[in-house]
């Protein structure tokens, strides 16, 4: 049986065994990378775009771009065979409703430093109004994907029993 794992935001993924990585996205982007000749995937889960003058974290897209494909490359994988595919970034908070929003930030980070490397996208859902739980299988490089969909309450007040 192929072990499982939840990455949270701000984790880093990237494993030679076979494992089912699983998140949950809103906002944030996770990307997933996958090098068919070695057999390693790894997958980063980010929730900012650019760390600027915060601590380096992977909660940051650009940090978590370089340290995912640091860890590739420690797994063996060369750039030249690494395929992503990217997820995420929809319009969740209810600010923002133009084209900068946190989402199309965290998207377009990705996007930027994947061109940058010479790295293809070979699949993308990126954008929208719901989130996405994602469930990437390493081995293979396949992600599923499932829309999250939510239903309001139809009386507000329930929630504020004591």
Known sequence: MTPAFFLPPGGICCRVEATVVSTILGSCVAVCLWDKQQGVGGMNHFLLPRCGGSPATTRYGDVAMARLLAAMERLGCQTQNVRAKVFGGAAVLPYGAHAATVGTQNVAVALEVLQSRGI??????????CGLFLRFHTAIGRVMVRELTTVPPTDTRAALVN
């Open 120 to 129: 293809p996208v070979i699949a993308r859902r990126t954008g929208g109004q």
